[in-house]
């Protein structure tokens, strides 16, 4: 006797979720066999969002955050309470901030052991992702040893869209206290890029 509930050609079928799984695995092949220049912005976006979405389609939304944000680099960087704003769940957030810190810690490991001032353009490139992004302008000091090796990069202050103050006796202070021999003070413009000039 069949129930009433449910037709006999459909009972004990479930339909399949619509989770784009077919393009994630076309994604996932290109990505392995081009590397990340194989993929648009976007696509690396709704990859992400799909690690914290699962068996949802992610790319309009992708798109969306990355028109909404004005790029990749501004929605990486973007802090934890903006994104929120953006309707965000802590779930995706922690999934585009882990990238963040991936790629960050990735340009890190360029520079680290080895004498900055060889290294200037890998030192560009390290700033440029940490700092040109950011909305606001920030000032980062890099302290260095008398080998001229980078012993911190810390981001001492930030300030507003077109300004960030720097205060010589923090700097001073903290010079002494880590027994750097020389400093990089740098700032980024939010609409351009970081500037840095060795001291």
């Given at each position: 006797m069949h129930s009433?509930?449910?037709?006999?050609?459909?009972?004990?079928?479930?339909?399949?979720?619509?989770?784009?799984?077919?393009?994630?695995?076309?994604?996932?092949?290109?990505?392995?066999?081009?590397?990340?220049?194989?993929?648009?912005?976007?696509e690396l976006i709704e990859y992400l969002l799909a690690l914290a979405i699962p068996r949802r389609d992610?790319?309009?939304?992708?798109?969306?955050?990355?028109?909404?944000?004005?790029?990749?680099?501004r929605l990486l960087s973007a802090d934890a309470d903006t994104l929120r704003r953006a309707g965000l769940s802590d779930g995706i957030i922690g999934t585009l901030k882990i990238a963040e810190a991936s790629a960050l810690r990735l340009h890190e490991t360029r520079v680290e052991g080895r004498p900055v001032l060889s290294i200037w353009d890998a030192?560009?490139?390290?700033?440029?992702?940490?700092?040109?992004?950011?909305?606001i302008e920030q000032g980062r000091v890099l302290f260095l040893n008398a080998r001229s090796m980078l012993i911190a990069n810390e981001a001492m202050w930030t300030g507003c869209v077109d300004e960030a103050?720097?205060?010589?006796?923090?700097?001073?202070?903290?010079?002494?206290?880590?027994?750097?021999?020389?400093?990089?003070?740098?700032?980024?413009?939010?609409?351009?890029?970081?500037?840095?000039e060795p001291g």
């Open positions: 009433a509930t449910c037709p006999p050609s459909v009972a004990g079928i479930e339909k399949p979720p619509s989770d784009a799984s077919g393009h994630r695995v076309r994604l996932r092949k290109r990505l392995f066999e081009g590397g990340g220049g194989a993929l648009l912005n976007h992610t790319k309009a939304k992708a798109k969306a955050l990355i028109a909404r944000f004005g790029g990749i680099g030192l560009g490139d390290y700033l440029q992702a940490a700092m040109g992004p950011q909305a103050s720097v205060h010589v006796r923090e700097v001073i202070a903290r010079a002494i206290a880590l027994g750097a021999t020389a400093i990089i003070i740098v700032h980024n413009h939010p609409s351009g890029r970081p500037d840095a």
